[in-house]
């Protein structure tokens, strides 16, 4: 990890040293190697992934994506909440060999049914193919009390990909970005994937569009110490108005309003969003 480790501090301190603009900040892209990149590549086309999970590559740009917040096959990574496991078809496998994958979830003893149920549906995705999956790391990472999911300083990338807005109604987005800041080692990166809000319009503190905007997600990596490292248009999507009927849900893969204007949903595409690299400083 010495190249993500140096590729961290070089980029801290030019953004230190020259006191950039918080939204002009750009750093040059982070070179995967070949050999790397044709891992991924192949994982991307491999068989575990159905038609349906590789058809939202269009959407979601998991090369590219995973290029910019410099995942490397060597790294420890996090990724925080991951759902279904789309991103856990990419990252366990890509990680297996020389690094680590640690999926930090839902508590399978929860007092709520759907998380219970949620947590054991991921665990149960992982059982069914051990050839792919046996050296996940499943940790649980539940606000307000569940927070120390791995040691601090311990991890060099932490991923949230579209959660923010699931911790707003809980006002659980602070604690949340302080327990990465600690998870993380000086040096690391933490790589948010976000819905993002029209910034003409003010936060809705709950995010009950599912919309965040994208200086306000940066203030919330900021006050938890983090230094803005980049920002990409890699996962952007202009046809989004933001202004759908049942917020962002309204779109696909979610398609809440079913058959009504399902084709307009379907020629918008999934939401525009926002890609932005933070740093965790070297003290």
């Known amino acids: 990890m010495k190249k993500i480790l140096c590729a961290a501090i070089f980029f801290t ?22 050999k790397a990149d044709d891992k991924l590549a192949a994982i991307l086309a491999g068989e575990h992934r159905s038609d349906e999970h590789k058809a939202r590559d269009k959407f979601r740009h998991p090369a590219e994506t995973l290029s910019f917040f410099s995942v490397t096959p060597d790294a420890s990574v996090v990724e925080i909440w991951p759902g279904g496991g789309w991103y856990t078809e990419i990252l ?21 049914e759907f998380i219970r149920i949620a947590a054991g549906k ?14 996940v790391e499943t940790v649980v990472l539940m606000p307000p009390n569940q927070l120390d999911f791995v040691p601090p300083d311990s991890v060099d990338v932490v991923l949230t990909f579209r959660s923010v807005h699931n911790w707003m109604p809980r006002n659980a ?11 993380l080692k000086p040096g690391g990166v933490l790589g948010v994937v976000e ?25 919330l990596a900021e006050s938890a110490g983090f230094v803005l490292n980049g920002s990409s248009e890699i ?32 020629s918008i595409g999934e939401s525009d969003r926002l890609t932005l690299r933070f740093i965790k400083p070297v003290n």
């Open 13 to 34: 301190m030019i953004i230190l040293l020259q006191g950039c603009e918080k939204n002009s900040v750009t750093p040059s892209s982070i070179v995967v190697d070949k």
């Open 173 to 183: 987005q602070g604690v949340m970005f302080q327990a990465i800041y600690t998870a």
């Open 235 to 266: 996962n952007a999507n202009l046809a989004d108005t933001k202004d759908h009927p049942e917020g962002v849900w309204t779109l696909p893969p979610t398609l809440r309003m079913k058959e009504q204007g399902k084709e307009t949903w379907l």
């Open 92 to 112: 366990a496998p890509y990680l297996r060999d020389e690094g680590r994958y640690i999926a930090a979830g839902f508590d399978p003893e929860s007092d709520i």
């Open 122 to 135: 991921y665990q149960s995705k992982l059982d069914a193919n051990p050839e792919l999956y046996d050296k």
């Open 195 to 219: 819905h993002r809000g029209n910034p003409a319009i003010p936060q809705d503190p709950k995010a009950a569009t599912g919309y965040v905007n994208q200086d306000y997600v940066i203030e």
